[in-house]
């Protein structure tokens, strides 16, 4: 290794100081090596008065982060998953996927009740088109109001009274030490996951031979085939952040099974699907199965999706 100390590129967010600490702490401990945490606004979090799905660019938080690598004025940089579009930038890689936490979508409620036990009219705070249109395919009689900000912003907006319940990623919950106030983790039956959602990403310089050695120290081979699975489902709907699609890759007993779903925005149409196989197939098991879903009418179901929100 040539050199021992090594900028973290990260939003400034609590949870994404979080996982940047994290990251850098094994690091630390396992290699060590000096990390230093350079925080980088992104778009995504300068914009914070629109719906996501309105501002209609991929990348929202992660681009100028990106640049920083690629300006060399970071050597890493640590993401949720979730939020890295399924093309990375020339000269770019995904280095590293760490041990994938809960994928799940939870509900936090004012009342302590479930998703099933929400009374009839009850507002739901949510920014993600997937969220929303799979609560209404579970519960049309349910309202849903747009919520955008940091975990912390969005819960305290709850408490305010503006929403009766708001749904978020058990992830960012479990990680910051705010689990106990979750009411429901909603099973993957109910709600599939984003892609993505429960692992942290770490983004490289391709061909930086100090960073490869580093990534061996976080990397965990179960989440990269899961996570590469859901990626190529996304990659093959040509699906941005902000289209309803979900997935979820499970590795068990060597076998990777992928589910896969498309909806409209209102849930009356949904589509979903899955797919099983070996873990060294994992882009091959996610392109199989966008194709599956593409033949039951996913592709028009997206169309009808991006014409409704451009």
Same mark, same amino acid.
């Given at each position: 290794?040539?050199?021992?100390?090594?900028?973290?590129?990260?939003?400034?967010?609590?949870?994404?100081?979080?996982?940047?600490?994290?990251?850098?702490?094994?690091?630390?401990?396992?290699?060590?090596?000096?990390?230093?945490?350079?925080?980088?606004? +992104?778009?995504?979090?300068?914009?914070?008065?629109?719906? /996501?799905?309105?501002?209609? !660019?991929?990348?929202?938080?992660?681009?100028?982060?990106?640049?920083?690598?690629?300006?060399?004025?970071?050597?890493?940089?640590?993401?949720?998953?979730?939020?890295?579009?399924?093309?990375?930038?020339?000269?770019?890689?995904?280095?590293?996927?760490?041990?994938?936490?809960?994928?799940?979508?939870?509900?936090?409620?004012?009342?302590?009740?479930?998703?099933?036990?929400?009374?009839?009219?009850?507002?739901?705070?949510?920014?993600?088109?997937?969220?929303?249109?799979?609560?209404?395919?579970?519960?049309?009689?349910?309202?849903?109001?747009?919520?955008?900000?940091? /975990?912390?912003?969005?819960?305290?907006?709850?408490?305010?009274?503006?929403?009766?319940?708001?749904? /978020?990623?058990?992830?960012?919950?479990?990680?910051?030490?705010?689990?106990?106030?979750?009411?429901?983790?909603?099973?993957? !039956?109910?709600?599939?996951?984003?892609?993505?959602?429960?692992?942290?990403?770490?983004?490289?310089?391709?061909?930086?031979?100090?960073?490869?050695?580093?990534?061996?120290?976080?990397?965990?081979?179960? +989440?990269?085939?899961?996570?590469?699975?859901?990626?190529?489902?996304?990659?093959?709907?040509?699906?941005?952040?902000?289209?309803?699609?979900?997935?979820?890759?499970?590795?068990?007993?060597?076998?990777?099974?992928?589910?896969?779903?498309?909806?409209?925005? !209102?849930?009356?149409?949904?589509?979903?699907?899955?797919?099983?196989?070996?873990?060294?197939?994992?882009?091959?098991?996610?392109?199989?199965?966008?194709?599956?879903?593409?033949?039951?009418?996913?592709?028009?179901?997206?169309?009808?999706?991006?014409?409704?929100?451009?």
């Amino acid at each position: 290794m040539t050199k021992k100390k090594f900028i973290l590129g990260t939003r400034g967010s609590k949870l994404a100081l979080w996982q940047s600490e994290h990251v850098a702490s094994i690091l630390q401990e396992k290699a060590g090596v000096e990390v230093e945490l350079k925080i980088i606004k +992104t778009q995504g979090d300068k914009i914070l008065d629109v719906a /996501l799905s309105r501002i209609g !660019d991929k990348g929202l938080f992660v681009k100028e982060i990106e640049t920083a690598l690629l300006e060399c004025e970071a050597d890493l940089a640590v993401h949720s998953s979730k939020d890295v579009p399924t093309q990375i930038p020339e000269g770019l890689t995904l280095g590293a996927f760490l041990k994938r936490v809960d994928p799940r979508d939870v509900l936090i409620s004012k009342s302590g009740q479930g998703l099933d036990a929400l009374p009839a009219g009850s507002v739901i705070g949510t920014s993600s088109l997937r969220r929303i249109a799979q609560i209404l395919h579970r519960r049309p009689d349910l309202k849903i109001e747009d919520v955008r900000g940091n /975990l912390d912003t969005r819960l305290r907006k709850m408490d305010d009274g503006l929403f009766d319940a708001i749904v /978020l990623a058990a992830a960012g919950l479990d990680r910051m030490g705010w689990a106990e106030g979750i009411t429901e983790r909603i099973p993957s !039956d109910v709600m599939l996951s984003a892609v993505g959602q429960g692992a942290i990403a770490v983004e490289v310089r391709e061909g930086d031979e100090d960073m490869r050695e580093l990534m061996t120290y976080l990397e965990d081979p179960a +989440t990269r085939a899961a996570v590469t699975a859901e990626r190529a489902l996304l990659r093959e709907l040509e699906g941005g952040c902000q289209i309803p699609i979900g997935a979820l890759g499970v590795l068990e007993d060597g076998v990777l099974k992928l589910d896969g779903m498309v909806a409209g925005l !209102d849930g009356s149409r949904l589509i979903r699907d899955s797919i099983t196989g070996a873990p060294e197939e994992a882009d091959e098991l996610g392109v199989r199965l966008a194709d599956k879903l593409k033949k039951q009418g996913a592709d028009e179901i997206l169309a009808e999706v991006r014409a409704e929100i451009t």
